[in-house]
């Protein structure tokens, strides 16, 4: 559990020269509880959400999904 968000165990490398299995962007919303493809759009364009490593379907390391959670989220903003 990371602030409230609970985070897949498979989601969290074990060791730096594991490599790590992609995530669909299905799965990141479901963990996040978010419902609408859009708000993962403004996240990254808003939030600092990282951009996902693959397209057709959005793929993402977990571990930068866990380093934003870990580092406040959607409450981080984009300095202007």
């Known amino acids: 559990v990371t602030g409230g ?22 799965e990141v919303m479901a963990c996040l509880n978010i ?19 693959r397209s057709h379907p959005n793929q993402y390391r977990p571990s930068e999904v866990q380093s934003w959670i870990n580092n ?3 409450k981080q903003k984009i300095a202007s």
């Open 35 to 53: 419902r609408s493809p859009n708000t993962m759009w403004r996240y990254r364009k808003e939030c600092c959400f990282p951009e996902p490593v």
């Open 5 to 26: 968000i609970v985070v897949p165990a498979g989601w969290v490398k074990e060791n730096a020269m594991q490599i790590e299995q992609l995530v669909t962007e299905k």
């Open 72 to 74: 406040g989220g959607s």
